[in-house]
């Protein structure tokens, strides 16, 4: 054994070494929250917020429950034709049909649901993934005055019903401290 001199690693380490660092720097940049994408087969342009909002769950329903509901606005813009819509997703049981309600500061909003699916919103594709297999989703009309309670609420509620009734709503809730992305992408849709 040679005692003395202890090789240093090669240059190459240190390169890898400092190129890591920058580029875990790099990454936790945060990015836009509401951004501008194509739906590559319709041409429908879509103004849509990097993430939903994530309500959770004010009462879990057993170990299997799934505490997480999302809300998310988008726009089409089909050839200057725009329309603001509403996607939102809660867990559900196994061949479980829910109703849903949103409620925002307490008061329920009115929202037309979205017959016919993505091809009625003009979309191959959909604007959010779903959050999880046992997910449902849902597609609403979004009138202004309503993304306009949204962005300013300091609590917004879904609740989610077994359809035909029976049973308690579950109920799903965020605070104002989590919703930046939807007021910018509120701010979007009504520049000052």
Sequence with gaps: ?????????????W???VLIAFLSDCASTPSQPVVDKLDPDTATTLTVMNDPVELLAEA???????????????????????ALFL????PAP???????????????LALQPVDGGLKR??????????PAPWSLYWYFQLPQDALKCLAGAQ????????AGGGGEPQRFTVGSKSLAALKEF???QNPQ
Excluded at 1 to 13: D, E
Excluded at 94 to 108: F, I, N, R
Excluded at 155 to 162: D, H, K, N, P, W
């Design 1 to 13: 054994m040679k005692l003395g001199n202890t090789p240093s690693p090669p240059p190459g380490r």
């Design 15 to 17: 390169t890898l070494v």
């Design 60 to 82: 879990t329903r057993g170990s299997a429950g799934d505490p997480f509901a999302y809300i998310a606005p988008f726009e089409t813009d089909q050839m200057g034709k725009r």
């Design 87 to 90: 996607w939102m997703s809660a």
């Design 94 to 108: 196994e061949s479980t049909t829910l109703e849903p309600q949103l409620l925002c500061d307490g008061k329920p």
């Design 121 to 130: 919103l003009g979309l191959a594709h959909a604007p959010y993934a779903t």
């Design 155 to 162: 609590t917004i509620a879904l609740e989610t019903r077994v």
């Design 186 to 188: 509120s701010s979007r």
